[in-house]
């Protein structure tokens, strides 16, 4: 784990990238951060976190290090041991999280819980949706640190590169430690409601777009073939033929659209 700092005095802002080592576009931003040195008025730090698996391209070394929290000095694997150091480096720090995915090139945010924190930030970043998992935080950063992850677009590409740069500094001047003003947008909110399993087979497929409505009776998956049929209307998340090895992907229900406030008079 490679931990950096800008700025000066104790820092309750925190920036982490490299959680999955097969998702490098977050590591660009935070480098990028490191090379420049922007002037900032609020102390960041910046941590790389699973460096080993990042060497080995690979998403984890053990095991899924955002499935570990809150981990174990004394664990048996490299990802446990590592969760519990990068809790101890992250408390009392709002911490900013960067992964990318293989189902959904457009940003959006994954939140455990609408926090007032999430309603005031998250509308200020450049993403699509946020995304409430609090039924599925166990084990991930977020059931542990008070953090705002982001799927910054496709896993390896290089769009996902410059909107993990884009987002982390949005991030920065959003919580006031780089200068600069945010632009507030109208954003729809969702809540992850179920897992969407899928049988072991040789080939896959998804027929619908995440974010999309999904009405009862719809085709939206399909198994060697075998096509899977929604029993009542849902909201696809995360939803790829191949990003998971066991599920597809999420079904949502849409809480809310945040809306921005009117201006003062």
Same mark, same amino acid.
């Given at each position: 784990?490679?931990?950096?700092?800008?700025?000066?005095?104790?820092?309750?802002?925190?920036?982490?990238?490299?959680?999955?080592?097969?998702?490098?576009?977050?590591?660009?931003?935070?480098? @990028?951060?490191?090379?420049?040195?922007?002037?900032?008025? @609020?102390?960041?730090?910046?941590?790389?976190?699973?460096?080993?698996?990042?060497?080995?391209?690979?998403?984890?070394?053990?095991?899924? $290090?955002? @499935?570990?929290?809150?981990?174990?000095?004394?664990?048996?694997? +490299?990802?446990?041991?590592?969760?519990?150091?990068?809790?101890?480096?992250?408390?009392?720090?709002?911490? &900013?999280?960067? +992964?990318?995915?293989?189902? +959904?090139?457009?940003?959006?945010?994954?939140?455990?819980?609408?926090?007032?924190?999430?309603?005031? $930030?998250?509308?200020?970043?450049?993403?699509?949706?946020?995304?409430?998992?609090?039924? &599925?935080?166990?084990?991930?950063? &977020?059931?542990?640190?008070?953090?705002?992850?982001? =799927?910054?677009?496709?896993?390896?590409? =290089?769009?996902?590169?410059?909107?993990?740069?884009? $987002?982390?500094?949005?991030?920065?001047?959003?919580?006031?430690?780089?200068?600069?003003?945010?632009?507030? @947008?109208?954003?729809?909110?969702?809540?992850?409601?179920?897992?969407?399993?899928?049988?072991?087979?040789?080939?896959?497929?998804?027929?619908?777009?995440?974010?999309?409505?999904?009405?009862?009776?719809?085709? &939206?998956?399909?198994?060697?073939?075998?096509?899977?049929?929604?029993?009542?209307?849902?909201?696809?998340? $995360?939803?790829?033929?191949?990003?998971?090895?066991?599920?597809?992907?999420?079904?949502?229900?849409?809480?809310?659209?945040?809306?921005?406030?009117?201006?003062?008079?």
């Amino acid at each position: 784990m490679r931990v950096a700092q800008l700025g000066s005095g104790t820092p309750e802002l925190a920036v982490v990238a490299g959680i999955h080592g097969d998702e490098p576009c977050g590591v660009r931003a935070v480098e @990028r951060l490191l090379d420049e040195r922007p002037t900032v008025e @609020r102390p960041v730090k910046l941590i790389v976190a699973n460096e080993a698996a990042l060497e080995r391209r690979v998403r984890f070394v053990d095991e899924d $290090l955002n @499935r570990t929290f809150p981990g174990h000095p004394n664990a048996k694997t +490299h990802e446990a041991q590592l969760a519990h150091r990068l809790v101890e480096e992250l408390e009392g720090c709002l911490t &900013f999280s960067m +992964h990318s995915t293989q189902s +959904h090139a457009d940003p959006f945010a994954i939140v455990n819980g609408v926090s007032e924190t999430a309603k005031e $930030l998250v509308p200020q970043l450049p993403v699509a949706a946020m995304v409430e998992t609090s039924q &599925f935080a166990e084990g991930r950063l &977020f059931s542990k640190i008070n953090t705002i992850e982001v =799927e910054c677009g496709l896993q390896g590409s =290089e769009t996902a590169a410059q909107n993990a740069d884009r $987002l982390t500094r949005t991030f920065l001047t959003a919580v006031g430690a780089l200068p600069g003003d945010t632009v507030c @947008r109208e954003l729809p909110v969702y809540q992850l409601t179920d897992v969407i399993n899928k049988q072991r087979a040789d080939t896959y497929e998804v027929f619908v777009d995440n974010f999309t409505r999904v009405d009862a009776g719809d085709p &939206f998956a399909a198994a060697d073939g075998d096509t899977q049929v929604a029993n009542e209307p849902f909201y696809p998340v $995360l939803m790829s033929p191949n990003g998971y090895r066991d599920v597809f992907g999420y079904a949502a229900d849409k809480l809310d659209i945040l809306t921005t406030p009117p201006a003062a008079d």
